[in-house]
């Protein structure tokens, strides 16, 4: 078990470029989850994966967003035309299912917009 | 409403002491979850404790518990013997709805400081 692994760890970068991120999650887990996490803030809820299938989306997830989870194994997570407001830290978790069954976090990526 | 209510915006307490970090929730499903998580300054989000709500006894885990009062709906984590190694963010969160259902709200989180 090696964890979930996200990268990059840090990634900075100017207003209206696009950034994707990349979300390894621990290999036997079919649930595969995004959240948002600003200073002094819990993490927010983003999108949520089964397997390959997206099944919810929060509407903090504007049109800019897309995340997807072609085989059901590893996720990216892109921003188009990013803005200040989507400088935040971006977790990564996944689980097996189960309702007591933990999500299990990667370490984030930490986005800067210039 | 929030779903989630931390009302210790920050807690100090002395090393060895017991300290307990108040969870209130908001849900008007039959059937969820609650969870504890540590993230400590480096980033990390690590799992501590899980209670079910039709779970009848608190659950425990190593020098962590959780006083679940359903009537009340909270859910404090009672940290015993405090450690050092305990200062950190805590977070109270809750799955709603079915159990295969995964979707978790995080509450605003609690600055524990462990004193030596």
């Known amino acids: 078990d090696t964890g979930v692994s996200q990268d990059p760890r840090h990634k900075i970068t100017k207003r209206g470029q696009n950034v994707t991120f990349r979300c390894d999650p621990i290999?036997?887990?079919?649930?595969l989850y995004w959240y948002r996490q600003t200073l002094g803030q819990g993490p927010e809820f983003l999108t949520y994966?089964?397997?390959?299938?997206?099944?919810?989306k929060s509407r903090l997830l504007s049109d800019r967003f897309s995340a997807e989870r072609p085989k059901g194994s590893f996720s990216t997570l892109e921003i188009q035309r990013t803005e200040q407001g989507d400088s935040a830290m971006y977790l990564c978790?996944?689980?097996?299912?189960?309702?007591?069954?933990?999500?299990?976090f990667g370490d984030g990526t930490r986005l800067s917009i210039l | 409403a929030q779903k989630i209510t931390q009302t210790q915006p920050g807690m100090f307490v002395q090393e060895k002491e017991a300290v307990t970090l108040d969870c209130t929730y908001d849900?008007?499903?039959?059937?969820?979850?609650l969870f504890w998580y540590k993230q400590p300054s480096s980033g990390e989000m690590i799992f501590l404790i899980y209670?079910?709500?039709?779970?009848?006894q608190n659950a425990t885990e190593g020098r962590y518990s959780l006083n679940f009062q359903k009537a009340r709906k909270s859910a404090n984590l009672v940290i015993s013997a405090s450690q050092l190694g305990d200062s950190a963010m805590y977070f109270c969160?809750?799955?709603?709805?079915?159990?295969?259902?995964?979707?978790?709200?995080f509450g605003t989180g609690t600055k524990l400081q462990v004193i030596p």
């Open positions: 978790a996944s689980s097996s299912g189960g309702g007591g069954e933990p999500q299990h």
């Open positions: 209670q079910g709500s039709y779970d009848e």
């Open positions: 969160a809750m799955r709603e709805g079915q159990r295969g259902y995964q979707k978790v709200t």
């Open positions: 994966f089964q397997n390959e299938a997206q099944l919810e």
């Open positions: 849900t008007s499903d039959q059937s969820y979850g």
């Open positions: 290999s036997e887990h079919n649930r």
